[in-house]
């Protein structure tokens, strides 16, 4: 120790270092028992690597998702519950080293939390095992690879990750037991760690176990509480910043020199604020310093200045106590202090950006009052305020305070009146201040003094004319030195200061005379010209040559007129165009075509109501309005809207209370004070936020799972389990009330639901089915995680709901129908057999035995139609198997087929589904028609339900190649020569909407797609769907569709119909031909033209085969 070199005392003054005072622009947002809190004193605080907030207390352990707090507490009945509730210190283990949560507690040693099923494994002292933990009170932890480092009352202990052993490592002597108190570890550079102590600093190496000390003395050689270290962190540049129980140490651990920061008034028993109890850098290399008393202090290394943050019970946004426990900073940079008996306090810095100015009624040198009608600034850069009842301010920048000038009935000169509505520096300096119900006033800032102007009197001049209203609105000056004064009810004065007399314009008959005496605002654009706001009447436009006004009024029949006719801002922007706030929109005036543009709530503005509007340096139109304040930009229409949560004053602002000051900051005031902040350092938040599906619902009830609910990856639900909910969360702290989310059921919702701020989705009578939940989120600026969160949800079928139930079913009929069939058909023959027997045997008996005759082919006759009754109800069941014409409507919106089965039942057939957002469209032949076909055409059907529907398949080449397999299965066939052939020729379309793709593959069959008046032949595979010599996998097409393409699937019965004056089969080419005239007409007309053509080409002749045609158009 002789070697160090010991820089006495720094003294902490006011101009040097310190600021006792709290900055009026840091606001603490509170979290308290009654936002969920298990108790109050807040010993540490940490986010995990999903971003969920820790915090340790005297009571549990909590988790903050920004909306809600979860508890851990100790069960004494469950082994796997935390081991205590009372705790010191939280550690988040690096991904890499799996991400673990490990809480340090205060008498039951040390425990990991398993995220995946909520459980705690503890690790606790052990008397006779020398490789458990030296003692249940655990300090700090710290880890690395291999280890974790913890610090305890009895030393520090290395903990083992693979063998879950631990070494001991007690410093010096044993018995000292203020040594062995560890309560801090900081790694450094060389691979070392400091210890902070309750008997000093100490260095330890971990390589060889050795430790060294370091002790501190103040300038009078006095150990006193500098050698009791709660907290330590070490900056960039190799400095340990070291918090005692008396001070600040600053110490370099290189040279091994170090600092005592102390008040001189306090020089040997506290530091500035008593203890130190905790210390982090930020991400700047600021210090903060949590004290035991006196809050919170920010040093500055760079400045060398401390500020001071303290609990102020007339100031909402102060800290809740200055008591300091703990502090953190997390991933978006939000400070959160943890305290003694006061919660937590959380400073989100991006709401300082905007900076507000109030009345305190505990401070004189405050704003004197809360509603802000007028904001100023002069050429000397001063900031002038006026309110309502509270008359005049100057802002004194560099007392940090304002000076009021207010109405005195017994002073002459004084102010007229307390409600100032327009301030104005004229181009020869001369103030001017303009009052509701007061008349204006001349205002010489040396004297204070103020000479009025009003209805009664004009500025004390005998006989001169006087004002027209005493309701100043708004007061400028034009080229010629002239004032413009607005008045409420008393239309335009123009006043000339020299010769104190007046023009007065106001409302009348004369169309060009001004449109309404209420005059809200007036404004002198860059060339010259005057523009008059009035409430009801407009904009005026003052034409100086034939010295009348032109009219702006809104038109309701004409959108290019003005939004409305309450005008209450103009502004003029750096390109020359203006820019009028009015009652239901913000209008851009074209000088060109003299017309407007209206922007309101539709284009994305909270309010319709536009109050005040500056241009910042980059162009960007900043609006002012009843709820929030806006930046528009006019080039691509965005509009970004702030609110009450950003850290407006309100969400309410004031008519003419608005001002660009001359450094570009601008001004914006309201019914609560007012708000001034750089546009430049109004960044978006660029955080992406972590989202995690929180909890899961069945009816209104949780379910709790073997493991949490954002770690699961499927929920296997039974079919009465239909109504669900999920809830969610975007784990991003600046404001999480303005997190929006998107949901979608994967299998149910066709687009994403866009629910806002809301965090819970709810689906009511699901159908069983495969589903995929999935939710994104973003920050409150609308930054979007897309990637998200999400879990599969299966609903299982009932028994009779599965499909093999159904095709079973289905099933057992026709084969009952087909049993009977055979079984009558054999009945029939044998009595046939037996009738020609006895014709044979007793022809001499035919005259006796024909009513006998007769009456066997009535029954014949009887029974073939219940055998076609029978067919025809089977062609029912096939024909429910179909797609039904609304379902297809939805699918396909223009489209047609034309079905037409040459027996009752058909082997052809048709199909269709959309899946995963893609359309699949079938058209199929299959071997042989009437009863054999319709078997076929119900075993395809069923195929593809689980081809496309169960399995998600919807790429046509692989759907083709899965139903040869299940054909080939089913059918057992091998090739052998006496097998059947059974099989079918199929067309496969896919729509891909969004990529305006179309896939198609066939089996036998072409499509065909028309464009713009030309047919287009895309042949398919000259293979069948089943076993065949030469089998290979089907090859798929790929197109490029456009909007208005009509493509044909179809199957060969139309093209082979026998028929015309030849009878001749109509063939394709002429197919093709009737295809392209009619693909320009609607869909129905094309069916109905195809059903005529085919009727009048066979003519008498039978229908030879079963025809199937769809059409489609894009």
């Not at 008498?107 to 459980?119: I, V, W």
Request: net charge neutral.
């Amino acid at each position: 120790m002789s070697k160090i070199s010991i820089i006495l005392l720094i003294i902490l003054t006011l101009t040097q270092s310190i600021v006792n005072s709290q900055p009026p622009n840091i606001k603490f947002e509170h979290i308290s028992l009654e936002d969920g809190l298990s108790q109050s004193s807040i010993y540490n605080i940490v986010q995990d690597n999903k971003g969920f907030m820790w915090f340790a207390t005297l009571d549990g352990l909590n988790k903050y998702d920004g909306y809600s707090i979860k508890i851990y507490r100790n069960n004494p009945s469950d082994s796997n519950s935390i081991s205590d509730n009372v705790l010191n210190y939280l550690y988040v283990d690096q991904p890499e080293f799996g991400g673990k949560l490990w809480i340090a507690t205060r008498g039951a040693g040390l425990c990991k939390f398993d995220e995946t099923f909520e459980t705690f494994k503890s690790y606790n002292t052990e008397k006779e095992n020398i490789e458990s933990l030296s003692s249940n009170n655990v300090r700090f932890i710290w880890g690395e690879k291999d280890f974790l480092w913890i610090a305890t009352s009895k030393g520090i202990n290395r903990f083992d990750r693979l063998t879950k052993k631990f070494k001991r490592y007690p410093i010096g002597n044993p018995e000292n037991i203020k040594q062995n108190i560890i309560n801090t570890i900081v790694p450094d550079h060389n691979n070392h760690l400091w210890l902070g102590t309750n008997d000093g600093l100490c260095l330890f190496d971990k390589q060889n176990g050795e430790f060294k000390f370091f002790r501190f003395t103040n300038g009078y050689g006095l150990k006193g509480e500098f050698n009791k270290i709660n907290a330590a962190q070490l900056d960039k540049n190799k400095i340990l910043w070291l918090g005692t129980h008396n001070g600040l140490i600053r110490f370099n651990t290189i040279s091994k020199e170090y600092k005592i920061f102390q008040h001189k008034k306090e020089m040997l028993s506290n530091f500035i604020t008593n203890k130190i109890t905790s210390i982090i850098i930020d991400k700047e290399e600021i210090i903060w310093l949590g004290t035991e008393k006196s809050g919170l202090y920010r040093y500055d290394p760079k400045y060398k200045e401390f500020t001071s943050y303290k609990h102020d019970a007339s100031i909402r946004t102060s800290l809740q106590t200055n008591n300091i426990l703990s502090l953190y900073q997390d991933k978006t940079n939000i400070l959160w202090v943890g305290s003694s008996l006061g919660g937590i306090d959380k400073w989100n810095r991006a709401a300082e950006e905007l900076s507000i100015f109030r009345h305190n009624p505990y401070d004189n040198n405050s704003l004197s009052s809360n509603q802000v009608r007028k904001i100023y600034q002069d050429s000397k850069g001063r900031i002038w305020v006026g309110t309502v009842q509270g008359g005049l301010n100057q802002w004194i920048k560099g007392e940090n305070r304002f000076k009021h000038f207010k109405n005195n009935p017994n002073k002459l000169n004084s102010l007229s009146h307390n409600h100032v509505r327009a301030i104005l520096e004229d181009s020869k300096g001369r103030f001017w201040i303009g009052t509701d119900g007061g008349g204006f006033n001349r205002f010489y800032p040396e004297t204070g003094k103020f000479t009025t102007y009003n209805s009664q009197r004009a500025g004390q001049i005998k006989d001169a004319n006087k004002l027209s209203n005493d309701r100043v609105w708004n007061i400028i000056d034009d080229k010629e030195g002239n004032l413009w004064i607005a008045t409420y009810g008393g239309g335009i004065n123009v006043f000339d200061p020299e010769t104190k007399n007046f023009q007065i314009y106001r409302n009348s008959e004369n169309k060009n005379s001004l449109s309404n005496d209420n005059v809200t605002t007036v404004f002198n654009d860059h060339t010259g010209i005057i523009w008059v706001g009035t409430f009801g009447g407009g904009l005026n436009r003052w034409d100086e040559k034939n010295k009348q006004f032109i009219r702006y009024q809104h038109n309701p029949k004409n959108d290019k007129s003005i939004g409305n006719n309450r005008i209450y801002a103009i502004t003029e922007d750096s390109k020359g165009r203006l820019w009028i706030g009015a009652k239901g929109s913000l209008s851009l005036y074209d000088r060109e075509t003299d017309e407007f543009e209206n922007f309101d709530e539709d284009d994305n503005f909270p309010n319709n109501v536009m109050m005040g509007i500056l241009e910042d340096n980059h162009g960007y139109i900043w609006v002012s309005t009843n709820s929030g304040l806006s930046k528009f930009n006019p080039e691509t229409k965005k509009v970004r809207n702030y609110d009450i949560r950003d850290g407006l004053q309100s969400n309410e602002f004031l008519v003419g209370s608005f001002c660009k000051t001359n450094n570009g900051f601008l001004i914006f005031g309201g019914i609560n004070g007012y708000n001034i902040f750089d546009p430049d350092k109004m960044v978006d938040n660029p955080n992406l936020p972590s989202i995690v599906i929180t909890g899961f619902q069945i009816s209104n009830h949780s379910v709790d799972f073997d493991t949490t609910i954002s770690d699961k990856k499927l929920i296997i639900l039974d079919h009465t389990q239909t109504d669900i909910s999920f809830d969610f969360v975007a784990l991003d702290y600046i404001f999480p009330e303005k997190n929006q989310y998107k949901y979608k059921l994967v299998g149910y919702d066709d687009d994403w639901v866009d629910i806002k701020f809301k965090r819970y989705a709810t689906y009511t009578n699901l159908s069983p089915g495969n589903y995929t939940f999935k939710v994104i989120g973003s920050n409150n600026d609308e930054v979007w995680n897309t990637e998200g969160a999400e879990i599969g949800v299966i609903i299982e079928p009932a028994f009779w709901q599965r499909l093999w139930f159904k095709i079973s079913s289905a099933l057992f009929v026709i084969s009952m129908v087909l049993l009977w069939f055979y079984l009558r058909i054999k009945r029939i023959k044998q009595q046939n057999e037996f009738l020609e027997e006895q014709v044979k045997l007793r022809t001499a008996e035919v005259v006796m035995q024909k009513d006998q005759i007769e009456e066997h082919l009535h029954e014949i006759s009887e029974q073939k139609r219940e055998i076609t009754d029978s067919i025809i109800y089977a062609r029912r069941i096939q024909t429910a198997t179909l797609p039904i014409d609304k379902y297809a409507k939805e699918v396909i919106p223009e489209h047609f087929v034309l079905f037409k089965p040459k027996d009752i039942v058909s082997g052809d057939f048709y199909w269709l589904s959309k899946k995963n957002g893609n359309t699949v469209i079938i058209a199929a032949d299959c071997t042989g028609h009437g009863v054999p076909g319709a078997f076929m055409s119900m075993l395809g059907i069923s195929f593809l339900n689980k081809i496309v529907n169960e399995k998600g398949i919807t790429q046509p080449d692989e759907i083709l190649n899965k139903l040869r397999e299940n054909v080939i299965h089913s059918l057992h066939q091998t090739g052998a020569e006496e097998e059947s052939k059974d099989g079918m020729d199929i067309t496969v379309c896919t729509i891909l909407h969004e990529e305006m793709k179309l896939q198609f593959a066939g089996a036998n069959n072409p499509l065909y797609l028309v464009r713009n008046g030309e047919i287009n032949i895309v042949k398919g595979d000259k293979m069948p769907v089943a076993f065949y010599d030469h089998m290979q996998a089907f090859l798929l097409h790929e197109i490029e569709i456009q909007k208005r393409d009509v493509f044909y699937l179809f199957s060969d019965g139309y093209a082979d119909q026998f028929g015309g004056p030849k009878e001749k089969k109509f063939m394709y080419k002429p197919f093709r031909l009737l295809l392209t005239e009619i693909s320009n007409k609607p869909m129905n007309e094309q069916k109905e033209i195809l059903d005529n053509k085919i009727k009048e080409w066979r003519g008498e002749i039978e229908q030879i085969d079963d025809i199937v045609i769809l059409g489609v158009r894009i």
